[in-house]
Structures are given as C-alpha cells and as structure tokens.
C-alpha cells in the first residue's frame, strides 16, 4: 500500500506528517520473504550434494558477522560438508581443542584476536586444516597474513574458488586416510 505523507494511514489510523517516512515495526520473529536465500548469491542453481562414495569436508568458518557465517554454514551444508560457526577467535580455538578440522575459514578482523593470531596458534597444533584468509579488506591491507594462510579470499566470497580450496582439502583428507 502507498502512503501519502500529509494524509491519514488507512490501515493504523496514524497521521503520517509530511517529509517522514512511515516505518513499519516487524516481529521479532524473523520474516521469511526477508530472509536470504542462496538465489541471492548466485550460485543455488548450480549447487549439488557431493557424489557417494566422496568424503565430505569439516569446516571451521569464524566470522564476527553471524548472518554470513550462518548463511555460508548453510551453504556448505548443501554441499554435504560439515560446517561449524564460531563468532570470536575464543570460540574458534576452543571449538579446534575439541573438534578436527579440514579447512578453517579465518575473517581476519575478529574482534577480540586478529585472524592472522588464530592462524598461527592453528598451524601450531598437532593437525593443523587448511587455512583460509577470508577478508573485506584489500591485500594491501592484509600485509602481515603471508605465509600464515594456504589461501585469500576477498568478500564477497568467489563460491568457484572456494569449491577449488574444499577439492583441494578434501583430496588432502582422502590421501592421508
């Protein structure tokens, strides 16, 4: 429905003033005509489980961003590979005291230790996975992260690229069973 500002609201009896937007309150329920989808990032179309018989990846994703965490948790889900969030570099090292992982998907800016920190303490355990810089910023400001990481990603994440990274682990894991 158009709302015309100066005129009366028909559904709420509300008087919109002229040169104010109306802004409508949602529930604290999330809508789901909001909420993203794959389609939104392109790729839904060509996604496919893994064959059987293929060894799926475990995957660490840290990422202070818990919708893009969640929303790449989902996708490697799809994919068959198991995933798991964790929203701090606390988290995340203490996930890898209980859990080995594959391939760990490290944001470089974490708010409580730099990526480039969770790397390091990563490489140093007994099996450590793939690492993964996964960063908005540019690689001029990442200086510092060589040779901590096997791979960058820039944001937004190149879903083909990453494929190539999980091919790569998953042959890894493969050959050393």
């Known amino acids: 429905m158009r709302v015309t500002p100066g005129v009366a609201d028909s559904t709420s009896t509300r008087f919109v003033p002229a040169g104010r937007r109306r ?4 529930s604290a329920r999330r809508d789901s005509r909001l909420a993203p989808t794959f389609h939104s990032v392109g790729r839904a179309d060509t996604l496919s489980p893994l064959p059987t018989g293929i060894p ?5 994703i840290v990422d202070d961003n818990e919708a893009a965490a969640d929303l790449l948790q989902e996708l490697l889900s ?7 969030c964790t929203y701090s570099a606390t988290e995340a090292l203490a996930a890898c005291e209980t859990e080995t992982f594959d391939v760990a998907l490290v944001d470089i800016t974490l708010p409580d230790l730099p990526g480039t920190e969770v790397a390091r303490r990563l490489r140093a355990g007994d099996r450590p996975p793939l690492l993964v810089a ?3 910023l540019s690689s001029h400001d990442t200086r510092g992260a060589e040779g901590l990481f096997d791979h960058h990603l820039q944001k937004p994440i190149d879903f083909d690229a990453l494929d190539r990274i999980l091919e790569q682990a998953r042959s ?6």
């Open 23 to 26: 802004c409508r309150r949602t």
């Open 56 to 60: 799926n990846v475990n995957v660490l």
């Open 78 to 84: 799809l994919q068959d590979h198991t995933a798991r």
């Open 134 to 136: 996964v960063t908005g």
């Open 172 to 177: 890894k894991s493969a050959s050393a069973s």
